[in-house]
């Protein structure tokens, strides 16, 4: 099993980027999948997850109406649409899929967002 996001970078307050997380080694159709961050000096935050079981979409609160989840089962990637940015949205993301009952995680991308 393998993830892979990318798609971070240094964008303007008020912007958008797209992240995208590449996997390989298991189908996300039934795959639980999400997307966390972590910011300088912070915990790690939990951001949107996809249910493996019906599809559903959570969103942390501070990012929701701003952030979008979505897959794509045909090209095995899972895509965080992130739409007016924050400063305090400045974190490196990370996915993660639970595949069975083992956790699986990408190398992170960072996202700066300049005020």
């Known amino acids: 099993v393998q993830l892979q996001a990318s798609g971070g970078g240094l964008v303007q307050s008020g912007g958008s980027l797209r992240l995208s997380c590449k996997t390989s080694?298991?189908?996300?159709?039934?795959?639980?999948i999400g997307w966390f961050r972590q910011a300088p000096g912070k915990e790690h935050e939990a951001v949107s997850c996809l249910s493996g079981s019906d599809g559903t979409a959570d969103y942390a609160d501070s990012v929701k109406g701003r952030f979008t989840i979505s897959k794509d089962n045909a090209k095995n990637t899972v895509y965080l649409q992130m739409n007016a940015l924050k400063p305090e949205d400045t974190a490196v993301y990370y996915c993660?899929?639970?595949?069975?009952?083992?956790?699986?995680w990408g190398q992170g991308t960072l996202v700066t967002v300049s005020s």
């Open positions: 080694g298991f189908s996300l159709d039934h795959s639980h």
């Open positions: 993660k899929a639970r595949v069975l009952f083992t956790e699986y």
